[in-house]
T-cell receptor
Framework: DQQVKQNSPSLSVQEGRISILNCDYT??????FLWYKKYPAEGPTFLIS?????DKNEDGRFTVFLNKSAKHLSLHIVPSQPGDSAVYFC????????????FGGGTRLMVKP | DGGITQSPKYLFRKEGQNVTLSCEQN?????MYWYRQDPGQGLRLIYY???????QKGDIAEGYSVSREKKESFPLTVTSAQKNPTAFYLC????????????FGSGTRLTVV
């Protein structure tokens, strides 16, 4: 049973436009959410995170929104750049269960010049 | 520079052989993790260790073994009992206090020939 789901396996956007990557979760015990970016044959790198007590966190071109009632989070990239082309994973941590992360299946973002 | 190193980057194994993947970190992190990524899929947890000389099974531990004799090292052995070992293997580490996510290694691509 997948507790963290990224229902779009791929997304294609034009350079300069907004990219919106979505993530849904089922476990209400998740208290911290993260987005990772991964290039082929490399390890994921941390992008941005959000605590469950917030509904928005912003870092430069990247903004993560959390809707707890809908159990949904999204990553907005504005403006999108060709270098943003990668696979993006969302991940979630359960409160008081150590720092174990559950990952979604990933979304491949392609930004076209 | 602090980081987490996985070696080798590419590994070929004959069916029926055991093989050990190396993971070393100099970040002074207490916790270490092994994940597996298959094409088009997310990251699945194999084993994790929160402290030296202790480790726990993850979601897909069958056919794998680990050891944690030193804080810096968390090698993963893929045994002949693992039915489908060809995959991309990722090692990660984290602190066990205030959580800021995982630091990942660059991965090892294992191919069974």
């Amino acid at each position: 049973d997948q507790q963290v789901k990224q229902n779009s396996p791929s997304l294609s956007v034009q350079e300069g436009r907004i990219s919106i990557l979505n993530c849904d979760y089922t476990n209400s015990m998740f208290d911290y959410f993260l987005w990772y970016k991964k290039y082929p044959a490399e390890g994921p790198t941390f992008l941005i995170s959000i605590s469950s007590i917030k509904d928005k966190n912003e870092d430069g071109r990247f903004t993560v929104f959390l809707n707890k009632s809908a159990k949904h989070l999204s990553l907005h990239i504005v403006p999108s750049q060709p270098g943003d082309s990668a696979v993006y994973f969302c991940a979630a941590r359960i409160n008081n269960a150590g720092n174990m992360l559950t990952f979604g299946g990933g979304t491949r973002l392609m930004v076209k010049p | 520079d602090g980081g987490i190193t996985q070696s080798p980057k590419y590994l070929f194994r004959k069916e029926g052989q055991n093989v050990t993947l190396s993971c070393e970190q100099n970040l002074n992190h207490d916790a270490m993790y092994w994940y597996r990524q298959d094409p088009g899929q997310g990251l699945r947890l194999i084993y994790y260790s929160q402290i030296v000389n202790d480790f726990q099974k993850g979601d897909i531990a069958e056919g794998y073994s680990v050891s944690r004799e030193k804080k810096e090292s968390f090698p993963l052995t893929v045994t002949s009992a693992q039915k489908n070992p060809t995959a991309f293997y990722l090692c990660a580490s984290s602190i066990t206090g205030d959580f800021y996510g995982y630091t990942f290694g660059s991965g090892t691509r294992l191919t069974v020939v």
